[in-house]
């Protein structure tokens, strides 16, 4: 099973929450609202697509890169953690 699938519906509910905003951004756009208002609608989509990448690639990183049952204190366990916590950072 890709460990997509396996995440399935945490995704899709976080592009279903994405697709409801670029709707509202659409609807906004549309009637004409106030720029600084029609900028911060794009800023929260612009925030939920980094979240949906941030998922995928986390998960893509606890799939590939952690090999299951190794220990707590191992350095590829460390490294692949530390990567994801810079990932999410750099992200959000």
Known sequence: MS???AEKQKLLNR???LRGQIDALERA???DVECARVLQQATACRGA???FIVEVIEDHI???MIEPGLPVNDPKLLAAEDLVAIIKAYMR
């Open 15 to 17: 592009l279903k929450r």
């Open 29 to 31: 756009v549309d009637a």
């Open 3 to 5: 460990h997509v699938a």
């Open 49 to 51: 697509l980094e979240g």
């Open 62 to 64: 606890r799939e590939h």
